[in-house]
């Protein structure tokens, strides 16, 4: 398995957008948005670190060992559909769609992404999932999937937006969630904070060669949809001439 979309017996392989991004930057749920619109599937490779980071939780597992963690990868069996209207999260047999966004997961998960071989293992799961879904399409999101997971997809797209922006982001969308129960002020730290650790493992705040960047700071939610799909029409036909 490699991690191109173009392979010369590539007839029924999906067409694939990678889109990558910081915390806050809208690149979910633009992506499932967009996904919605052109009947594509949809797959947010963050949800499997999350769920990951989960298990290691309710396993009572010290998230800095590498190798425990490794050891529970084994016994790891994620599923997750690509449907961009209801994305479900199953891991080990059980429902963990609502469980993965918890304040704890989120402090947790990039311990557990930071692991060479958890991001190897995942890497080939996400190709494969790609390849297997059936779909015309599929976008994929999250923090190195234009660089790493696939380098050569058709469209490529680094979403961001200034912090102050995305900490507000993600303070409305946690606001929406369960209301009253959490601080802007902690949101903000723990978004940035994860930014910071997460930054050390890839880089997602600057576009690799050929990698269009969308900077959706004075965007609204229909503004970012319109840009990121001007960019992957003008990519695939820009692929097909
Ligand atoms: O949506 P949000 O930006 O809050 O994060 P997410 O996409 O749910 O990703 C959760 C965490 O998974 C990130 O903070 C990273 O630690 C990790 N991640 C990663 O390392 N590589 C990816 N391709 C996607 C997510």
């Known amino acids: 398995?490699?991690?191109?979309?173009?392979?010369?017996?590539?007839?029924?392989?999906?067409?694939?957008?990678?889109?990558?991004?910081?915390?806050?930057?809208?690149?979910?749920s633009v992506s499932r948005k967009i996904a919605q619109q052109l009947g594509y599937g949809y797959l947010d490779t963050g949800a499997a670190y999350r769920a990951l980071a989960w298990l290691v939780g309710e396993r009572g597992i010290n998230k800095d060992d590498s190798d425990a963690?490794?050891?529970?990868?084994?016994?790891?069996?994620?599923?997750?559909?690509?449907d961009p209207e209801t994305p479900s999260v199953v891991v080990n047999g059980t429902d963990a769609t609502m469980a993965i966004r918890r304040p704890e997961v989120s402090s947790d998960v990039s311990a557990v992404a930071r692991i060479a071989r958890v991001r190897e293992h995942f890497n080939s799961m996400f190709r494969v999932i790609v390849a297997d879904s059936g779909m015309?399409?599929?976008?994929?999101?999250?923090?190195?999937?234009?660089?790493?997971?696939?380098?050569?997809?058709?469209?490529?797209?680094?979403?961001?937006?200034?912090?102050?922006?995305?900490?507000?982001?993600?303070?409305?969308?946690?606001?929406?969630?369960?209301?009253g129960s959490h601080s802007a002020k902690k949101t903000a730290e723990q978004l940035h904070a994860r930014d910071r650790a997460d930054s050390r493992v890839v880089d997602f705040m600057n576009a690799a060669e050929g990698v269009v960047l969308i900077d959706s700071t004075t965007l609204n939610f229909d503004e970012t949809v319109d840009a990121v799909i001007a960019v992957i029409r003008e990519q695939t036909v820009k692929e097909k001439a």
């Open 136 to 179: 015309p399409g599929v976008i994929v999101e999250g923090r190195d999937i234009t660089t790493v997971v696939f380098p050569d997809a058709s469209v490529r797209i680094l979403l961001t937006a200034d912090e102050t922006v995305r900490a507000l982001r993600r303070n409305a969308e946690l606001a929406e969630q369960s209301p």
């Open 69 to 82: 963690v490794c050891a529970l990868v084994e016994d790891f069996h994620y599923a997750s559909t690509l």
């Open 1 to 28: 398995m490699t991690g191109t979309n173009k392979s010369a017996d590539s007839g029924t392989e999906p067409i694939v957008v990678a889109v990558d991004g910081p915390a806050g930057s809208g690149k979910s």
